[in-house]
């Protein structure tokens, strides 16, 4: 395809054409467009490698619930990655592996993102919670993620839920702002990552939709030099670099194409379907 380019600075070669078994796909900025809506073209080609046995797995940094749509849609029977790789889920919905953040790290976020007087949600489960609702935690509602769940207080958040991540939301000026004093104060102790410049999240040490993706591919027993996956975000890198055949999106950031073998088309060209059309038939 004429928008697909080979990325010259990708690790590995393309794996055979035929071998591709399994395909791992982020949802915003890759296989939904800018409306956060999953395109015809995006849609046909999924259902055509549906129909070629290739399994379809959806790797996001957000809960299954802002998926179901579209996995009803598809009729997917395959496991999930959700809460970038912390809540990974089989074909009906059910737990396969959930990991939570260490209750004396949550405290830790917590009083960061009060001390820096920034807003921020933790994702609990198949939920969103808070301490307070604001016009940034409710921005997660446009990305067809459940409202926020309000609790008043951390405090009391913590004594009802668990929390599997946290994410601080405000403008991208100050998220430029607070990243680094996030990362001297958590230290080794977390996961810190964007997929959005607006928000940073705050995960386990070590999470990622790539440690996700590998759990599922070990649970389907598919190697990874049999998979495909396709991502735009910080977040994605893990993913990209594990699989066989990496692919970032042509409005990906400069991580997830560093990270990939090859570059395809924006989320708004159907990106996904000339990737999929270019290696799969």
Known sequence: MSNTNHNQAGPKPAPRLDTIQLVAIDMDGTLLNSQHQLSPGNEAALCRALENGVKIVFATGKTRTSAVPIIEKLKLDTPGVYSQGLVITHGDGSIL???????????KVAAFAQAVNCSMV?????????SVRDQYTDVFINYHEPAPIAYGSWTAVFTARRVNKFIIVSTKERIDQIRPQLEQTIGQEATIVQALDYMVEILPPGASKGDGLRRVLAHLQIDPAQVMALGD?????????LAGLGVAMGNGMPAAKKAADVVTATNDEDGVAQA?????W
Do not use: C, K, W
């Open 97 to 107: 592996y959930e990991r939570t953040l260490a209750a004396v790290l949550a405290h």
């Open 122 to 130: 933790a994702y609990s489960g198949p939920d969103i919670v808070t």
């Open 233 to 241: 975000g910080e977040n994605d890198v893990e993913m990209l670099q």
């Open 276 to 280: 999929l059309a270019r290696f799969l």
